[in-house]
T-cell receptor, first 110, second 116 residues
């Protein structure tokens, strides 16, 4: 079972920052936080991952709380193409399979 | 940027028929996966494959399923006798055996299997 809790859906205005929360209160020390997204019926797309430090790449930023029990994915300037289901996943470095939850359905509003 | 590719994009078959779904993983990747997603449901892990053998499989991956890497580039999923409940999107994924920074699974676009 997924080890994370996410809101089922969120709305965000185009051009604004989308902040997607994730709770992972049972995360253990060797587990990373990964984010994937799935645009309608396409394959899941890797976004970003982190252990305890905040991370940023060309797609997004990941903010992990100091106790690591929650995190936030930030899309700095959301566009209509960011409409998707976003999955927050906790897994150890060498965990092979990915266990997907239901994710958050993000609607970007024009 | 290298991508995982899958063929066909859509496969329609009759119940009881065999189907083979094909995937070409990213060329320097060594771990391969199949996942499926029934319409409206979560993405589910089926099987992982490394060094020409199955590493892990889920309860879904029963004797009707098999995987193969017939050559240096393709990775296939075979369903021997399809059932109506096998209708789903099937996603192939691959990852490179390397340091953690590259230990990420990359997914293909999927094959939609429809069993009539």
């Amino acid at each position: 079972d997924a080890k994370t809790t996410q809101p089922p859906s969120m709305d965000c205005a185009e051009g604004r920052a989308a902040n997607l929360p994730c709770n992972h209160s049972t995360i253990s020390g060797n587990e990373y936080v990964y984010w994937y997204r799935q645009i309608h019926s396409q394959g899941p797309q890797y976004i970003i991952h982190g252990l305890k430090n905040n991370e940023t790449n060309e797609m997004a930023s990941l903010i992990i709380t100091e106790d690591r029990k929650s995190s936030t994915l930030i899309l700095p300037h959301a566009t209509l193409r960011d409409t998707a289901v976003y999955y927050c996943i906790v897994r150890a470095n060498r965990d092979d399979k990915i266990i997907f939850g239901k994710g958050t359905r993000l609607h970007i509003l024009p | 940027e290298p991508e995982v590719t899958q063929t066909p994009s859509h496969q329609v078959t009759q119940m009881g028929q065999e189907v083979i779904l094909r995937c070409v993983p990213i060329s320097n990747h060594l771990y391969f996966y199949w996942y499926r997603q029934i319409l409206g449901q979560k993405v589910e892990f089926l099987v992982s494959f490394y060094n020409n053998e199955i590493s892990e499989k889920s309860e879904i991956f029963d004797d009707q399923f098999s995987v193969e890497r017939p050559d240096g580039s393709n990775f296939t999923l075979k369903i021997r006798s399809t059932k109506l409940e096998d209708s789903a999107m099937y996603f192939c994924a691959s990852r490179r055996l390397a340091g953690f920074g590259t230990d990420t699974q990359y997914f293909g676009p999927g094959t939609r299997l429809t069993v009539l």
